[in-house]
């Protein structure tokens, strides 16, 4: 993506309608310990797979995906790519677990999905929401949509929330 100016969706849009997307399932952790390696589990690609095209199947469609660097938040969108949910992929140190992505969400613009951790991605949204830090969780591969006006040069507590959805809302249910 040569020449285009790094977290800016659609310079002329007069929202940003963010999606948050937890990475899927990963693999045990070793030890205890968690590593940036830690790949999607083979249940964890699928079940992503199926939730990345059940949410393009419902015409979602980002004009930037943006992505922890960590290997399970990769594959994760890399799904969404295949899925058609974007063109390609940017990863963002400020979106790996423990960083600050705030001066990333100041400058998005447009259609925006973002994948990355929990209980980052969580505390992401209670902040543009407005709500007590914790108290929004994502499950592994859900989904949270929020919307906010750019003429809002802090949007710290002005987001709107317009979906939370966990996995099993979008997959279909076994028969």
Known sequence: MAGVPPCVCVPCSVSVDLFLLRHGIATERLHGLDHPERALSG??????LAVVQQLQAFGIR???LLSSPYKRAIQTAELAVQAGLAEG??????????????PL????????????????????????????????LLKKAGLLHLRWSIQARDPAGRAELHALLRPGLLLPSPA
């Open 43 to 48: 249940y964890g690609i699928t079940r992503t």
């Open 105 to 136: 969400i100041q400058s998005l613009r447009g259609r925006c999905l973002l994948v990355g951790h929990q209980p980052d991605l969580g505390d992401l949204a209670a902040r543009l929401l407005g709500a007590p830090r914790g108290s929004i």
């Open 89 to 102: 992929l940017d990863p963002q140190d400020a979106l790996q677990p423990g960083a600050d992505p705030w």
């Open 62 to 64: 980002v004009d930037r």
